[in-house]
C-alpha cells in the first residue's frame, strides 16, 4: 500500500486512480500467479531464502515501474489507461503473457524460470 502512495504522490493522481491501475496492470499479466510462484519456491538455505525475497521485491517494484508508465500515458479513466497502455505495448505484453502462460503451466517452477519471467517483464517497464 505504500508504493501505492508513493506512486500516487509521484504521478500526482488520486490513490484509488493508482490502485486501480496498479491491479489492473497485474490482472492483465496474471502478475498474482507468478507472485504465487515466488512464494512457493523452496528456500532451504540462506542464500536461495534471499533470492525468493529478492525476486519477490522484484516484483512489486516492477509493478510499481508499470503502473506509474500506464498512468504517465495521459488524462482517462484507469481502465482506460491501462488498455491503451497494452495497445500501444501489444508485442511485448503478449510475448509476456505467453511466457508466463508457460510458465503457469510448469508443475513446479524453479528460481530460473521465475528469473528469466522478470527479465521478460522488465522489458516492458
Avoid at 532451504?44 to 517494484?61: I, M, N, V
Wanted: aromatic residues 4%.
Amino acid at each position: 500500500m505504500a508504493s501505492r502512495t508513493v506512486s500516487a504522490d509521484s504521478t500526482r493522481r488520486p490513490f484509488d486512480e493508482v490502485c486501480e491501475v496498479h491491479v489492473g496492470v497485474g490482472e492483465r499479466l496474471g502478475l498474482a500467479r507468478l507472485h504465487a510462484q515466488i512464494d512457493a519456491l523452496h528456500s532451504d538455505s540462506y542464500w536461495q531464502s534471499r533470492a525468493k525475497a529478492a525476486l519477490g521485491d522484484d516484483l512489486g517494484g516492477l509493478q510499481r515501474a508499470l503502473a506509474q508508465q500506464v498512468l504517465a500515458g495521459g488524462a482517462g479513466a484507469a481502465g482506460e489507461l491501462v488498455v491503451r497502455w497494452e495497445a500501444a505495448n501489444a508485442v511485448a505484453v503478449e510475448r509476456a503473457r505467453r511466457l508466463l502462460a508457460d510458465l503457469a503451466e510448469a508443475k513446479q517452477a524453479d528460481l530460473a524460470m521465475l528469473s528469466v519471467a522478470m527479465r521478460e517483464l522488465r522489458s516492458l517497464a
